[in-house]
């Protein structure tokens, strides 16, 4: 199932990098940019996302998409451990008043805690829990605005993590979800997959 997957993916790049390529003026061009940014992102391809998305922020400039394009591309950075790369891309969103506005918190305060910054983190992780003050708020906006990934902490106020992953895969099985914990167990990664994440990561992150 997983080669057919891949297989899959890959042919939807193709094909996306296509129809991009032969339409570039086509009202659907950055849409279609964007698509193929999420497929190299469901392919673990992080120098992919990078690439693709850095430049339909440039060439799709206008677009409704650009923030999102520039948010992609902080995401693959992050994946690849490039955190000044990362923040730089991260902070064209957080710092602006786009629709992507509020999801830029959360990777940007996980580049602190990646790059061993606390305080910086924890000022971060303060906007965020102003922003989704329980688990509920955060499946709320899956089920009303379209997003591309959630990235989840275990513990949460409200409810905890693999419960808010198991009503998100509900709403969106599609959605890769990704949990993330300083509390980590072999039980909890397996129970963590089992409710549909995406991937488990334990922190500190190296």
Sequence with gaps: ?????????????????RFITLYPDDPLADDAAFSE?????????????VERAELGAERHSKSSYKTSFEYMAALGHFWQRHYADARKSASAVADGESKDRDYAPYITAQIYHATGKPIEAMSWYQKVKALYPDAGEAIALVASHPVDLVLCDYQMPGINGLEVIRQIHELAPDLPCIVITGYSTPETSIEALHAGAYWYLEKPFE
């Design 1 to 17: 199932e997983e080669p057919e997957k891949i297989a899959m993916l890959g042919n939807s790049a193709r094909l996306l990098h």
């Design 37 to 49: 940014v999420n497929v190299f992102f469901a392919l673990k391809d992080y120098g992919g996302v």
